[in-house]
Structure formats: C-alpha cells, structure tokens
C-alpha cells in the first residue's frame, strides 16, 4: 500500500471513531434528560394509566419521573369516591411505593 492509501486509511477510520463518540453522547445527553422532572412518553403514559385505573383511581393530575428516573410521581390521583392521593410509583414494575392523602 502506497502512503498516501494509509494516510487516508487512518483518516477515514479517526473520523468514523470521532461519529462514532458523537453519537453516544448525544444519546447519553439524551438519556439524562429523561430521568428528572419528565413526562412519560405516549407508551410508557398507556402502561402507567392502565395501573391506575386497575387500582380504582379515576383521573390524574400530572405523571412526572423523579428520583433520578427510579419512580414516577402521580399528583392529585382521584379514587372513584373523591379521595385524593400523591403517589409514588416504581419506574419498572410500578409498584406503589407510597401514597399520601391529599384532602
């Protein structure tokens, strides 16, 4: 191979290895601004919802993850008899981790 092919080699392959980080830390950035403060996406909202309506609650007013993505927070969740809850949700299995009256 001529040193002119190598030079060109090398440059193609730093270059796809520089895309190649690029990627992952906008993927990464990505990734970090979902976990506080954030809105379910459109599936995960279906997932959540389905819970709660399983439990008995009528309607809600925000579902936001905190705990650095590890739980979903649900505030005003409505029983059917009125009561209002503040509940904590495990982020993978959405198990109730804890539940305060509201009224």
């Not at 990734?31 to 459109?42: I, K, L, Q, S």
């Not at 993850?65 to 495990?90: H, I, N, P, Q």
């Amino acid at each position: 191979m001529s040193r002119t092919l190598h030079r060109r080699s090398a440059f193609r392959l730093a270059l796809l290895g520089f895309a190649m980080a690029a990627t992952l830390s906008v993927a990464q950035a990505a990734d970090r601004r979902r976990v506080e403060n954030d809105a379910p996406t459109a599936a995960e909202r279906k997932r959540i919802e389905g819970v709660l309506h399983e439990r008995g609650y009528v309607r809600w007013k925000e579902i936001e993850r905190e705990d650095a993505g590890k739980t979903w927070e649900v505030d005003d969740a409505y029983m059917a008899d009125g009561k209002r809850y503040d509940l904590r949700l495990s982020a993978d299995d959405l198990k109730e981790i804890d539940k305060h009256p509201e009224n």
